[in-house]
């Protein structure tokens, strides 16, 4: 019997796991997920595959972000300033000034700062043979951030590391099915939003839904901004954000999104750990 009970217990904790979907974990008083960080860092990361199929448990974050994530921030404001005036970084490309505070929304009648850094692509244009040679360079038309102004997101991200803020970053902004269809206007400010230029490829699939991404998804100068732009987003709240895919968001939701598809998450750990770092030169 003793045996039989235990049996049944795994089991459930199995099922348990596997039905895990985020919008079920998310606390509407306190406005976020549940658990700490970390567990709601591997349950945003999870890596999203062809169709918005998720299949990871759990994400494979680097120990060494984790320990980041409960972490002080460790930079001071002018250590970012210097960082970015050595870069020519102006304030347009990562979200505004540094010194402003960033979105908040309203939880157990107290105010309370963003909490989750969102990362998207823009999943455009659908392409209906191959990727041009040219989509990491300038040439290529939709690396030209003039063309990105749809206040959807805060930040677009080029594929050449160049950036453009639509919305700042102390702007809240619902993004996602969740937010719009779930968590509704209480939500807007909770997450800070980053479209990352990435085109599509099909068949399969079509012109309006095209599955197929390059690889790598993404390139190394992206790669780099978007560690700045979560260091800086971080920076003006105070504490780390937690960072998370469009696609585990809207998990299990109706019309729910494939975002960011071939994304390699070490890649993006060991770019915020390098940018932190060179930071804390200035």
Known sequence: MKNLLIIILFVFNITKIEAQIPSQEFDKVKMEYKGTKAVQAKLLMRH??????????????????????????GITKEQIQKYLSFKNITNNEIGGDINS???????????????????????????????????????????????????????????????????????????????????GIPSRGLYIHIELIQPRVYPPG??????????????????????????CSSFRKGEWLVPAFHANIDQGLNDSHDDPQNFETQKFTDKVMQVLLDIKKY
């Open 206 to 231: 079509n012109a309006g839904n095209a599955p197929v991404a390059p690889k790598p998804g993404f390139t190394e100068a992206q790669y780099e901004r978007l560690a700045l732009l979560y260091i």
């Open 101 to 183: 505070p960033i979105s908040s929304v309203t939880a157990g009648g107290k105010k309370v700062f963003a909490k989750y850094f969102v990362i998207h692509d823009v999943s455009t244009p659908a392409l209906e043979h191959n990727f041009p040679q040219d989509i990491n360079e300038e040439s290529w038309s939709f690396n030209n951030l003039d063309r990105w102004n749809k206040k959807v997101t805060h930040v677009y991200l080029a594929r050449t590391g160049k950036s453009k803020t639509v919305a700042d970053f102390s702007e809240g902004l619902r993004a996602t099915k969740f937010e719009l269809k779930k968590l």
């Open 48 to 73: 999203v595959e062809m169709w918005g199929k998720i299949s990871e448990k759990e994400a494979k974050l680097d120990a060494a972000y984790l320990d980041l994530l409960i972490s002080s921030i």
